[in-house]
């Protein structure tokens, strides 16, 4: 647990979220700040959703910023905690699914933000079109069922689409096909993982790990102006090519820690001191 004198022991901090994410933090926040964590009620799911009823129109960071803002306003709060989530096929890794999750504390009082975000491949997400004939045994083991939650939609809907999430229990499951194979054009349903929070808890446990890393965060206290949230990392970047000499601005040259309240920072490590030629746009365009 941090000193007392610690800028957020014993505070109040807000937590908009509908899918119970404020018991996952909870008690890090009791144990290290001695810090109570506020459910406030919110509807984070304007914001977004993961099924695609509501589209995410802005960042992870933004809307994370923006449901702590949210949670603020609702309880009357200085500080708030938000995240958001975005889960599918990895940009880099063939055949493997990600969570990518981002977690913010803000200081309302200091306009003082912490943020994080990690990729995590340990998540459960699977996805089948099916009938009411298919067998499903295979599909149910990969998909971890009934610990992790299901949603069942259309895959032509007639009309409005219509879906039936939490799905958490096999006759459940086999009505919801039922159901939704008489909205559909060709009999047939869309049947995936629900990333809600409280219907996964394969997400539950990253977004456990993260809270750990925003926590570690939280606590440290800037060399310079003792300000929480030292670590931001930050990146010096622009290298010679080896070969030719041209300048990539992009490239990264060095990592540094730094204040997110002042312009304190420290090299972590040196990335590079120049440009790998199979990098560079000249040598190898």
């Known amino acids: 647990m941090v000193q007392k004198t610690h800028p957020y022991f014993e505070r109040e901090i807000a937590f908009a979220t509908k899918h119970q994410k404020n018991l996952i933090v909870e008690p890090l926040f009791r144990e290290q700040l001695a810090a109570t964590v506020i459910h406030a009620q919110v509807d984070t799911d304007t914001l977004g959703t993961f099924s695609g009823e509501v589209l995410r129109l802005n960042s992870q960071f933004d809307t994370a910023l923006t449901k702590a803002k949210w949670g603020m306003a609702e309880l009357g709060l200085g500080l708030g905690l938000g995240s958001e989530g975005s889960i599918g096929a990895d940009p880099v890794l063939p055949f493997v699914n990600s969570d990518i999750e981002t977690m913010v504390f803000y200081d309302g009082e200091k306009d003082l933000i912490i943020e994080v975000s990690e990729k995590f491949t340990e998540i459960v997400a699977v996805k089948i079109i099916a009938s009411r004939a298919t067998d499903l045994s295979q599909f149910l083991a990969r998909g971890d069922f009934p610990r992790h939650k299901l949603i069942v939609r259309a895959h032509k809907p007639n009309n409005k689409e219509t879906l039936v999430k939490g799905i958490g229990e096999i006759t459940e499951l086999r009505q919801a096909i039922s159901q939704i194979a008489e909205q559909s054009q060709d009999q047939q349903v869309v049947i995936e993982s629900d990333f809600r929070a409280y219907s996964s808890p394969s997400r539950q446990r990253n977004l456990a790990s993260l809270s750990k ?27 010679h090519c080896q070969d030719c000499y041209a300048f990539n601005q992009a490239a990264v040259h060095r990592e540094l820690l730094a204040c997110v309240s002042c312009d304190y920072a420290v090299i972590k490590k040196v990335v590079a001191t120049e440009l790998d030629p199979a990098r560079c746009e000249i040598c190898n365009p």
Do not use: V
């Open 213 to 239: 890393t925003l926590m570690s965060r939280i606590c440290a206290l800037c060399p310079e102006c003792n300000s929480p949230g030292w670590g931001k990392r930050i990146y010096d970047r622009g290298l």
